[in-house]
């Protein structure tokens, strides 16, 4: 027997109007999720240092102790060492940022920068919902190296919890690292050598075939200049300042140098459209600013290392012998890096 079709609309109605009208008495009486905020949440670092001259970052500084995401995150109270404001750190500023990552892969000077972009913020600042303190690029006509103190207020619907008095210690720039003079008091640093760089070695002989140790041998930045691109040059001195010829390096691939980049974890090309003077006893590349160009993007910062190699004949046989450098650069120009020794290397053959 056939059922009539209002008949049956009429009965899925009712068991639908029933169903809803359940389900709403139920959701009465279930109690509304409540945000969750920790007691234990904390920042695992209380003290930074920034160095003016650079884009400071500071990452994975806190502990959010399952408290339910988003929080918000501020910056209040900030204040010098005797307690006055100081404002002049939340004052704008252009910032550099990233709008695609860099990959390390890039072949111009033009592929990197177009990666960037650059927008006001403030000296010092705080991403609202991650709690990463950022201190950009700078300099001490704006911000006076020193202490200062801070209060970051952290919260979210379920609480909130005021850390006081974090320090942040601003620093002297640094143009480049190695740097051979103290942050703080701006003297040449009392260590070994009074400061001064060397860098690594092996397989290099005097001219009487001793070994020649890495502490024979002198590195210095010098700035000559800047232009609308900056650029590194190095140069080799003889003990008696006479330029040696890059020549002499006579393993090292030139056009395929590169370095090590932990941030973009990739092999980076050292730098672009390299140069090699008339007599050939400088070499130079373009490079960005900062260089390497993740030098400033943590607290774990990107250096290039650099490698000149060379082989000889010693008694029939070869010796593979060179030194290195690992180095940054921060402040834009044109510089040079010189190496001086101060034996005379051997690169002729026995």
């Not at 029933?18 to 920790?38: E, M």
């Not at 202490?147 to 850390?163: A, L, M, Q, S």
């Not at 200049?225 to 650029?231: D, L, P, Q």
């Not at 990107?302 to 012998?321: E, M, P, Q, T």
């Amino acid at each position: 027997m056939m059922h009539k079709p209002g008949r049956v609309v009429a009965g899925v109605s009712v068991v639908l109007l029933l169903g809803l009208l359940s389900t709403g008495c139920y959701d009465r009486f279930v109690p509304d999720k409540k945000d969750y905020f920790s007691a234990n949440a904390n920042y695992s670092v209380t003290s930074f240092t920034a160095i003016l001259g650079r884009t400071n970052v500071f990452i994975n500084i806190f502990n959010a102790d399952y408290s339910t995401q988003p929080l918000d995150f501020t910056i209040e109270n900030v204040r010098h060492e005797d307690s006055s404001a100081a404002p002049e750190l939340l004052q704008q500023v252009d910032a550099r940022e990233w709008k695609t990552f860099y990959q390390g892969n890039e072949k111009t000077l033009a592929e990197v920068e177009a990666k960037r972009y650059t927008e006001k913020k403030p000296i010092f600042e705080i991403r609202p919902h991650s709690g990463e303190l950022f201190f950009w690029n700078t300099d001490s006509s704006k911000v006076k190296p020193g202490t200062y103190y801070f209060d970051v207020r952290v919260k979210n619907h379920g609480g909130e919890k005021v850390f006081h008095n974090l320090v942040l210690s601003v620093r002297r720039p640094h143009p480049y690292d190695p740097y051979e003079f103290d942050d703080i008091t701006g003297e040449r640093k009392e260590i070994k050598d009074g400061g001064v760089t060397h860098p690594t070695s092996y397989g290099m002989v005097d001219e009487l075939s001793r070994p020649l140790p890495a502490d024979s041998v002198y590195i210095s930045f010098r700035k000559t200049g800047t232009g609308k691109t900056n650029t590194v040059s190095f140069i080799f001195l003889d003990q008696d300042s006479v330029p040696i010829s890059l020549s002499h390096f006579n393993t090292t691939k030139w056009d395929s140098l590169k370095y090590h980049s932990n941030m973009a974890d990739a092999d980076v090309y050292f730098g672009f459209n390299r140069k090699m003077n008339a007599d050939s006893t400088k070499v130079t590349f373009d490079i960005t600013n900062p260089f390497p160009v993740l030098a400033d993007v943590s607290t774990n910062w990107d250096v290039a290392h650099i490698d000149f190699s060379y082989n000889r004949i010693s008694f029939n046989h070869r010796v593979d012998a060179g030194l290195g450098f690992s180095f940054s650069i921060y402040e834009p120009g044109n510089w040079d890096v010189i190496f001086q020794f101060h034996k005379n290397p051997k690169f002729d053959d026995d």
